[in-house]
C-alpha cells in the first residue's frame, strides 16, 4: 500500500514537472495562456520543472529497489512528456491548473 | 557527398530506417505484446485459466509427474539422423537431467529433461548425446496439459519479436540483430539531425499538414522515449551476443569448452560426470526448504524459480535451486546446489561481481521478470512509442516524396506505403486475426497450432495483397485508401475476438472484472475494445479528404525537409 502511495506521488510529480517545463517554452505557454499578456518566466519555470523531476525520483526510489526504481522512473518521464504533450495538443487549458500566476511576468 | 554531418546523419536516417523500418516495427509491435505473453496464454488457452503459483512441491507433486515425461518426437528425429544406428524405443530412454521453471505471473508450470541415448554421434566431435523432453504441468492438479495448444503469447508472439519466427539458420536472430544495431545508428543520426530536442519533447501539432504534424509525433515519440529505445536495441544485442552474434565459445574456443567444464566442476565442486554408482534421491522439499532459509538469511526471502537435477539416480546427482527475480531487475539466481543422494549443501553461489551485476541488470531490463504491473505497461507504452515512431517515419518518407514520384511516373513512393500498411495495420490485423482463429478452431483440433500460425500468416499476406492493390492513387500523390479500410476491418475483428472470447468460454467482461475477476483474460479483452475504438477513430480520421494543395505548399515552406533528403 505504501509503494502504491509513493510511486501515485511520484506519477503526480513527474506530470507537474514535465508541465512546467514545458511552459518555460513560450510557444507552449501562449498555447495554455494566449490572452493573458504574459509571458513565462522561464528560469523559475526550468527549475521548479527541474526540483520536481528529482522528487519523481526520490519518489521512485522511495516505493522500489533501486535497481527498479531507476527503470520506473525513466519510463515515467517518457509518459508524463508524451502526456504533457498531448495536453497541449488536444486540451491546453487543463494546465492552467498548475499555479501560473508564480511563473507569468508582464509582456 | 554531402555537404555537412547533418544532411549525411539525414541520408544515413532515412534510407537504414526505411530498410530495417519494418523489421523494426514487427520488433516493437510484438515485444510489446510480449510483456504481457503469458496472459495472452492465458486468453488463448482457456483450460488454463486459473491463477499463478509458485513452485509445488517436488516431493508430492512433481516427482511423479517426470515418469510421465517422454522425449520429444521432433528432436527424436533430428538426433536419429546424427547418430550412428537407430535409437531404442523412446518408452525406455532413461531420463539424465530434469529441470522445472516458473515465474509470479505462470499458472502452469514448464518441466522438462534430457534423455540419455546409447548410440555414437556420426561426428566424434558432437557431444550432443541426449534427447529433450518438455510438457506443460497444471500444478494444482499434477495433470500434464495438452502442448498440442499453442500458447500464442509466448511461442508466438514473444519469439516473433527477437527471431521473426524465422529460424531456418538462424536468420531470423540476425535480422533482427541487423535491425538493433540500425536502431542505434538511427538513434543516434536522429539526434544529430534535430538540434531542438528539448523543444519537441512537447511538441504535436495534429491542426497542421500531414508532413508536419507527423514529422511532430515523430520526433517526440523518438525523444521521449530515447533511453528506452535505446537500452532496449542496445540490450537486444547484448542477450544474443555471446551465443550468436558473437559465438566465439562454439566456434574459437570450442576446443576448450570440454576442459573449462571439467576445470569449472572442480572449482565448484559439483560433478562434472556420473559416479556409475545407483544412489536414492533425498527429499527434494527439504533442499527447498533450507534454499529459501539461506536467501533470507541474505535478506532476499523469495520463491524458486528455477529447479534442476543433474545426473539422476547417481551417486554424483545434485540438484539446483535458484530464487525467481521477481522483485529484482534479474532474472533467476542465488543458485544453492545440493547433493542429491544426501540433501547436504555442495555449494552456494556467492554474490554477483559487478562486471555480472551489470550484465544482470541488462538482460534483466530487457526480460522484465519483475513483478511491478505498473513498469510492464510502461514498457508496453515505451514500445507502442517506438512502432509510433518508425510507422510515422514511414508516413514522411511517403509524403515527402510521392508528389515528385507522380510527376515522374516512379512506383517508389506507392511500393513504400504498400509496405507500410501491410507492417502498420496488416501486423496488427495478423496477431488479432490468429486470436480470431483461435477461438474459431475446435480446442480438440489435431495441430490446432500450426492452423493457428497459417491463419496468422495469411491474414498478414491478405493485408499485403489489399494494401499493394488499393495503392494506385499514391503513385497519383494521394493517399492509399487501404489505410482506412484495414484500420475498419481491425476494429471489426478486435471486438469480434472479445465477443468470441464470451460465446465460446463464457468469460465475458463484466465477470473477468467485477464478479469473478481475471485480470489477465480481462486485460486481453479490455485491450482488444481499445484497439478497436482506436481503429476505428483513426478510420474516421481518415474519411476526411486531406488537401493534396495545402501538403504540398506546406512541404515546400519547411525548412526541416533538407535534413530528410
Given at each position: 500500500m505504501t509503494e502504491t502511495i509513493w510511486l501515485i506521488a511520484a506519477v503526480m510529480a513527474a506530470l507537474l514537472s514535465m508541465s512546467w517545463l514545458a511552459l518555460a517554452y513560450e510557444s507552449h505557454w501562449q498555447q495554455v495562456f494566449p490572452d493573458t499578456g504574459t509571458l513565462p518566466n522561464s528560469s523559475r519555470l526550468k527549475l521548479t520543472g527541474w526540483v520536481f523531476l528529482l522528487l519523481s525520483a526520490v519518489f521512485c526510489l522511495n516505493a522500489d529497489h533501486p535497481s527498479m526504481a531507476v527503470l520506473v522512473w525513466v519510463m515515467l518521464l517518457a509518459v508524463a512528456a508524451f502526456s504533457v504533450a498531448m495536453m497541449l495538443s488536444?486540451?491546453?487549458?487543463?494546465?492552467?491548473?498548475?499555479?501560473p500566476q508564480l511563473f507569468a511576468v508582464r509582456a | 557527398m554531402f555537404n555537412s554531418l547533418r544532411m549525411s546523419m539525414g541520408w544515413v536516417h532515412t534510407w537504414m530506417g526505411l530498410v530495417l523500418g519494418f523489421v523494426l516495427m514487427i520488433c516493437f509491435f510484438f515485444g510489446a505484446l510480449s510483456v504481457f505473453d503469458r496472459e495472452i496464454d492465458r486468453w488463448a488457452i482457456p483450460d488454463t485459466r486459473f491463477e499463478p503459483q509458485p513452485m509445488p512441491s517436488f516431493d508430492k507433486v512433481l516427482k511423479p509427474i517426470y515418469q510421465q515425461l517422454r522425449p520429444d518426437p521432433v528432436d527424436l528425429a533430428a538426433t536419429e539422423r546424427r547418430v550412428i544406428g537407430s535409437l531404442p524405443d523412446p518408452e525406455t530412454l532413461k531420463l539424465e537431467s530434469l529441470f522445472a521453471y516458473t515465474t509470479h505471473r505462470d499458472p502452469v508450470l514448464l518441466i522438462g529433461g534430457e534423455f540419455a541415448i546409447p548410440n555414437q554421434p556420426i561426428d566424434p566431435a558432437d557431444d550432443h548425446q541426449h534427447v529433450h523432453g518438455r510438457a506443460t504441468v497444471n500444478p494444482a492438479t499434477g495433470e500434464l496439459l495438452n502442448d498440442d495448444a499453442l500458447k500464442i503469447g509466448s511461442d508466438w508472439f514473444y519469439p516473433m519479436h527477437f527471431s521473426l519466427n524465422f529460424n531456418w539458420m538462424m536468420v531470423g536472430y540476425w535480422i533482427v540483430g541487423l535491425a538493433a544495431l540500425v536502431m542505434l545508428a538511427g538513434l543516434v543520426s536522429g539526434v544529430i539531425i534535430h538540434r531542438k530536442i528539448f523543444r519537441e519533447f512537447f511538441t504535436f501539432r495534429p491542426w497542421k499538414n500531414l508532413f508536419r504534424s507527423s514529422l511532430d509525433l515523430h520526433n517526440m515519440t523518438g525523444v521521449v522515449a530515447l533511453p528506452f529505445h535505446f537500452f532496449f536495441a542496445f540490450t537486444a544485442l547484448v542477450i544474443f551476443a555471446s551465443n550468436i552474434y558473437l559465438p566465439v565459445t562454439h566456434t574459437t574456443l570450442k576446443p576448450l569448452h570440454e576442459h573449462h567444464e571439467k576445470l569449472e566442476a572442480a572449482r565448484t565442486g559439483l560433478p562434472h560426470e556420473p559416479a556409475g554408482v545407483a544412489a536414492p534421491l533425498a527429499s527434494v522439499d527439504a533442499m527447498v526448504a533450507e534454499a529459501k532459509r539461506r536467501w533470507s538469511e541474505r535478506d532476499m526471502a523469495g520463491e524458486v524459480g528455477f529447479l534442476s537435477m543433474n545426473h539422476l539416480g547417481d551417486e554424483n546427482g545434485y540438484v539446483s535451486i535458484y530464487r525467481a527475480g521477481s522483485d529484482r531487475v534479474a532474472l533467476v539466481g542465488e543458485g544453492i546446489h545440493f547433493k542429491a543422494s544426501t540433501g547436504e549443501v555442495i555449494r552456494e553461489e556467492p554474490p554477483r561481481s559487478v562486471v555480472s551485476s551489470i550484465d544482470e541488470f541488462l538482460t534483466g531490463l530487457h526480460l522484465q521478470h519483475f513483478e511491478h504491473w505498473m513498469l510492464r505497461w510502461f514498457y508496453v507504452f515505451g514500445g507502442l512509442l517506438g512502432a509510433i515512431c518508425i510507422a510515422t517515419g514511414f508516413v514522411l518518407f511517403v509524403e515527402k516524396r510521392k508528389a515528385g514520384h507522380a510527376k515522374t511516373g516512379s512506383q517508389g513512393s506507392r511500393i513504400v506505403d504498400a509496405l507500410a500498411v501491410t507492417t502498420v495495420t496488416g501486423m496488427v490485423l495478423a496477431a488479432v486475426g490468429m486470436l480470431v482463429a483461435n477461438r474459431l478452431l475446435p480446442a480438440d483440433l489435431l495441430g490446432k497450432g500450426h492452423w493457428e500460425q497459417t491463419a496468422f500468416w495469411s491474414v498478414w499476406g491478405l493485408a499485403f495483397l489489399h494494401a499493394v492493390w488499393r495503392s494506385s492513387p499514391v503513385a497519383k500523390a494521394r493517399h492509399n485508401p487501404a489505410w482506412r479500410e484495414q484500420s475498419l476491418v481491425l476494429g471489426l475483428m478486435s471486438l469480434c475476438a472479445v465477443g468470441l472470447n464470451w460465446l465460446t468460454t463464457g468469460d465475458h467482461l463484466i465477470k473477468t472484472v467485477f464478479t469473478d475477476t481475471y485480470w489477465a483474460v480481462a486485460g486481453v479483452d479490455l485491450s482488444l475494445i481499445v484497439t478497436a475504438l482506436i481503429a476505428f477513430f483513426a478510420a474516421a480520421k481518415l474519411r476526411a479528404p486531406v488537401s493534396e494543395q495545402k501538403t504540398d505548399n506546406a512541404l515546400s515552406r519547411n525548412k526541416q525537409v533538407n535534413a530528410y533528403d
Amino acid at each position: 500500500m505504501t509503494e502504491t502511495i509513493w510511486l501515485i506521488a511520484a506519477v503526480m510529480a513527474a506530470l507537474l514537472s514535465m508541465s512546467w517545463l514545458a511552459l518555460a517554452y513560450e510557444s507552449h505557454w501562449q498555447q495554455v495562456f494566449p490572452d493573458t499578456g504574459t509571458l513565462p518566466n522561464s528560469s523559475r519555470l526550468k527549475l521548479t520543472g527541474w526540483v520536481f523531476l528529482l522528487l519523481s525520483a526520490v519518489f521512485c526510489l522511495n516505493a522500489d529497489h533501486p535497481s527498479m526504481a531507476v527503470l520506473v522512473w525513466v519510463m515515467l518521464l517518457a509518459v508524463a512528456a508524451f502526456s504533457v504533450a498531448m495536453m497541449l495538443s488536444h486540451r491546453p487549458a487543463i494546465l492552467k491548473v498548475i499555479c501560473p500566476q508564480l511563473f507569468a511576468v508582464r509582456a | 557527398m554531402f555537404n555537412s554531418l547533418r544532411m549525411s546523419m539525414g541520408w544515413v536516417h532515412t534510407w537504414m530506417g526505411l530498410v530495417l523500418g519494418f523489421v523494426l516495427m514487427i520488433c516493437f509491435f510484438f515485444g510489446a505484446l510480449s510483456v504481457f505473453d503469458r496472459e495472452i496464454d492465458r486468453w488463448a488457452i482457456p483450460d488454463t485459466r486459473f491463477e499463478p503459483q509458485p513452485m509445488p512441491s517436488f516431493d508430492k507433486v512433481l516427482k511423479p509427474i517426470y515418469q510421465q515425461l517422454r522425449p520429444d518426437p521432433v528432436d527424436l528425429a533430428a538426433t536419429e539422423r546424427r547418430v550412428i544406428g537407430s535409437l531404442p524405443d523412446p518408452e525406455t530412454l532413461k531420463l539424465e537431467s530434469l529441470f522445472a521453471y516458473t515465474t509470479h505471473r505462470d499458472p502452469v508450470l514448464l518441466i522438462g529433461g534430457e534423455f540419455a541415448i546409447p548410440n555414437q554421434p556420426i561426428d566424434p566431435a558432437d557431444d550432443h548425446q541426449h534427447v529433450h523432453g518438455r510438457a506443460t504441468v497444471n500444478p494444482a492438479t499434477g495433470e500434464l496439459l495438452n502442448d498440442d495448444a499453442l500458447k500464442i503469447g509466448s511461442d508466438w508472439f514473444y519469439p516473433m519479436h527477437f527471431s521473426l519466427n524465422f529460424n531456418w539458420m538462424m536468420v531470423g536472430y540476425w535480422i533482427v540483430g541487423l535491425a538493433a544495431l540500425v536502431m542505434l545508428a538511427g538513434l543516434v543520426s536522429g539526434v544529430i539531425i534535430h538540434r531542438k530536442i528539448f523543444r519537441e519533447f512537447f511538441t504535436f501539432r495534429p491542426w497542421k499538414n500531414l508532413f508536419r504534424s507527423s514529422l511532430d509525433l515523430h520526433n517526440m515519440t523518438g525523444v521521449v522515449a530515447l533511453p528506452f529505445h535505446f537500452f532496449f536495441a542496445f540490450t537486444a544485442l547484448v542477450i544474443f551476443a555471446s551465443n550468436i552474434y558473437l559465438p566465439v565459445t562454439h566456434t574459437t574456443l570450442k576446443p576448450l569448452h570440454e576442459h573449462h567444464e571439467k576445470l569449472e566442476a572442480a572449482r565448484t565442486g559439483l560433478p562434472h560426470e556420473p559416479a556409475g554408482v545407483a544412489a536414492p534421491l533425498a527429499s527434494v522439499d527439504a533442499m527447498v526448504a533450507e534454499a529459501k532459509r539461506r536467501w533470507s538469511e541474505r535478506d532476499m526471502a523469495g520463491e524458486v524459480g528455477f529447479l534442476s537435477m543433474n545426473h539422476l539416480g547417481d551417486e554424483n546427482g545434485y540438484v539446483s535451486i535458484y530464487r525467481a527475480g521477481s522483485d529484482r531487475v534479474a532474472l533467476v539466481g542465488e543458485g544453492i546446489h545440493f547433493k542429491a543422494s544426501t540433501g547436504e549443501v555442495i555449494r552456494e553461489e556467492p554474490p554477483r561481481s559487478v562486471v555480472s551485476s551489470i550484465d544482470e541488470f541488462l538482460t534483466g531490463l530487457h526480460l522484465q521478470h519483475f513483478e511491478h504491473w505498473m513498469l510492464r505497461w510502461f514498457y508496453v507504452f515505451g514500445g507502442l512509442l517506438g512502432a509510433i515512431c518508425i510507422a510515422t517515419g514511414f508516413v514522411l518518407f511517403v509524403e515527402k516524396r510521392k508528389a515528385g514520384h507522380a510527376k515522374t511516373g516512379s512506383q517508389g513512393s506507392r511500393i513504400v506505403d504498400a509496405l507500410a500498411v501491410t507492417t502498420v495495420t496488416g501486423m496488427v490485423l495478423a496477431a488479432v486475426g490468429m486470436l480470431v482463429a483461435n477461438r474459431l478452431l475446435p480446442a480438440d483440433l489435431l495441430g490446432k497450432g500450426h492452423w493457428e500460425q497459417t491463419a496468422f500468416w495469411s491474414v498478414w499476406g491478405l493485408a499485403f495483397l489489399h494494401a499493394v492493390w488499393r495503392s494506385s492513387p499514391v503513385a497519383k500523390a494521394r493517399h492509399n485508401p487501404a489505410w482506412r479500410e484495414q484500420s475498419l476491418v481491425l476494429g471489426l475483428m478486435s471486438l469480434c475476438a472479445v465477443g468470441l472470447n464470451w460465446l465460446t468460454t463464457g468469460d465475458h467482461l463484466i465477470k473477468t472484472v467485477f464478479t469473478d475477476t481475471y485480470w489477465a483474460v480481462a486485460g486481453v479483452d479490455l485491450s482488444l475494445i481499445v484497439t478497436a475504438l482506436i481503429a476505428f477513430f483513426a478510420a474516421a480520421k481518415l474519411r476526411a479528404p486531406v488537401s493534396e494543395q495545402k501538403t504540398d505548399n506546406a512541404l515546400s515552406r519547411n525548412k526541416q525537409v533538407n535534413a530528410y533528403d
